[in-house]
């Protein structure tokens, strides 16, 4: 067995635990500024957008709560 560098299953956070990553932005913000925790948000979400199919990303932003959002910030919910 050859080691790809992967983490191993027993270590990789359980995909259901997204408060924990959640939790972890809060707790890197409590040490400073409250702008951390948006930023650490931030990353996340490219990350998870970089790890989307374009199939995921289309869903993700034509979801309910994703065109309620850029409603409320005055914009069209339809890409350009």
Same mark, same amino acid.
């Given at each position: ?7 191993? &299953? ?25 702008? !951390?925790?948006?930023?650490? #948000? &931030?990353?996340? #979400?490219? !990350?998870?957008?970089? #790890? ?9 932003? &034509? ?11 005055? &914009? ?5």
């Amino acid at each position: 067995m050859s080691d790809t560098g992967a983490v191993p &299953e027993k270590q990789k956070p359980s995909p259901d635990r997204l408060d924990d990553l959640f939790g972890y932005a809060r707790a890197h913000a409590a040490t400073g500024d409250t702008r !951390v925790w948006v930023d650490d #948000l &931030e990353r996340m #979400l490219v !990350v998870a957008w970089d #790890l989307m199919t374009a199939e995921q990303r289309l869903q993700f932003r &034509e979801h309910a709560d994703t065109i309620a959002l850029i409603e409320a910030a005055g &914009e069209s919910p339809l890409p350009p």
